[in-house]
């Protein structure tokens, strides 16, 4: 298959965020979509990740992850000095958090377990009582008639084995298979959906060439080799996932964002070209049989050193669905950042107003979800889609015990609007997933910016429904 251009960008612009303090959540906000629009068999879910949520960081046998390390020896890189070590202590409160979950009418809890709690040096010993925990989140979404999807890894690898080199050693593979069918035999009889890896891009990237995530390196050599091995790995646990559960479905969860470049000029094209392979095709095409999408991208290029004598072919895998992840936007510039030079040109210098931007920093741009749909869409053998992650981070606010967060119910209304054309259009899409069920540790922006669809206070840990939790409620029920 040819690689494709860029899709236009759509012409339509978006409007500022309706603006509303109901009194009654319930009886506005009606979309001009229902649940029914979406289709019977669509999967309605959540998801969250084990660091982010679990707590209980050294307890019942738990290893440390590289996040420990990083956010206890490095809590400068954390904004205010945060770490996840408590969390929203989901391990003892579990039964109550997936109680919520049932609450808000969800079908489907995606989770990830932490690795170290099971394999507290990565690989070898098996700690009993982090297997004994992840049957028990299983069991209580079984009885709560909540469908378990389960992900391997996100992002919180084992120190232990990166003491031996991390992604960047090659032994990963069979790290990570080790792992794998240790799981999958474990708790195939209970979960039928699987995913390898939450964002290979976001943990390689972040972790070895960026430097705002665990473990926080510059080495582009490293990041070359992480990214080439993560998706080596991807494919390699898909392989035993089909295997020790034939039964099942296997799944990808991919970081993506629809690229335009600032204007027309040459440079800011190539640069929106480079972070399009690094951001939506990187690690997507060569599980299609794609190869490396490594064209005028010299440094990229470079990943063929690493690449050795029949890995191609292994790459190669066959996913049930494609899950896309995706929240924002980006507008790429030409900038002297080594390695990929480009750059995202922010929101705020592009005049984009403050209400339409998330306490991330990222714009709300719902046609952005309509192109990056249709920019996979045009892969000729791409499997169906889910949206895997949809959210944002809002300004939340705890009043006389309510959180009034329209702009965050505005914001789902739009991308769900954006799903649902591109499906009616043709497009395969069969799920959608928010992020996430409750506040949580949001890695370098540490507790400050709140997702959730319930509010966590970090002093209490008390949870208050949010307005928006009450919207899904009401737009999900039978």
């Not at 993506?256 to 929106?272: D, G, I, S, T």
């Amino acid at each position: 298959m040819n690689r494709r251009n860029f899709i236009k960008l759509s012409s339509s612009a978006l409007g500022a965020a309706l603006v509303a303090n109901p009194l009654d959540v319930l009886a506005m906000n009606t979309p001009d979509f229902t649940k029914a629009d979406f289709g019977p068999d669509f999967k309605w879910g959540i998801a969250a990740s084990a660091y982010q949520i679990e707590g209980a960081w050294n307890e019942d046998g738990k290893g440390p992850s590289i996040w420990d390390t990083f956010t206890h020896n490095k809590p400068h890189k954390i904004k205010n000095r945060h770490n996840s070590d408590v969390s929203y202590d989901f391990y003892h409160n579990y039964k109550e958090d997936i109680a919520l979950i049932k609450e808000l009418n969800f079908e489907v809890f995606r989770f990830s377990f932490s690795w170290s709690r099971i394999f507290p040096e990565g690989i070898g010993r098996v700690n009993q009582k982090g297997i004994d925990f992840y049957h028990r989140v299983i069991d209580r979404c079984l009885e709560l008639g909540i469908e378990p999807w389960a992900l391997m890894y996100h992002f919180d690898l084992p120190q232990a084995l990166e003491d031996k080199g991390g992604w960047a050693n090659r032994d990963m593979i069979n790290w990570f298979d080790e792992y794998t069918h240790k799981v999958t035999t474990e708790y195939g009889d209970k979960v039928k959906t699987w995913f390898a890896q939450n964002e290979p891009i976001g943990f390689t990237l972040g972790g070895y060439l960026a430097m705002y995530h665990a473990p926080g390196y510059f080495a582009p050599q490293k990041f070359l080799k992480a990214i080439h091995h993560a998706l080596m790995c991807q494919a390699s646990a898909g392989r035993i996932m089909k295997e020790n559960v034939p039964d099942g479905q296997v799944g990808a969860a991919l970081s993506c964002a629809y690229v335009r470049p600032k204007n027309q000029k040459k440079r800011h094209l190539e640069a929106a070209h480079r972070m399009d392979i690094i951001l939506n095709r990187l690690c997507i095409e060569p599980h299609l049989g794609m190869g490396y999408p490594t064209e005028r991208f010299p440094f990229l290029d470079k990943i063929h050193r690493y690449v050795q004598a029949g890995d191609l072919e292994k790459l190669k895998f066959d996913f049930d669905f494609v899950g896309l992840q995706n929240y924002t936007q980006f507008v790429a510039r030409h900038a002297l950042l080594p390695c990929v030079w480009a750059f995202e040109q922010k929101p705020k210098n592009r005049g984009i107003p403050p209400e339409m931007i998330t306490e991330m920093g990222w714009e709300v741009c719902p046609e952005g979800m309509y192109n990056i749909i249709k920019q996979y869409a045009a892969y000729e053998n791409l499997p169906p889609i889910m949206i895997t992650e949809n959210g944002c981070a809002m300004p939340d606010k705890l009043e006389d015990g309510k959180v009034h967060d329209q702009r965050r119910i505005d914001f789902y209304q739009s991308y769900m609007k954006q799903v649902l054309k591109a499906k009616r259009e043709g497009v395969d899409i069969r799920g959608y997933f928010a992020w996430t069920i409750m506040d949580n540790f949001e890695w370098a922006e540490g507790f400050d910016p709140r997702f959730g669809l319930v509010h966590v206070d970090w002093k209490t840990q008390k949870r208050t429904i949010k307005d928006s939790g009450l919207w899904f409620k009401n737009f999900l029920k039978d």
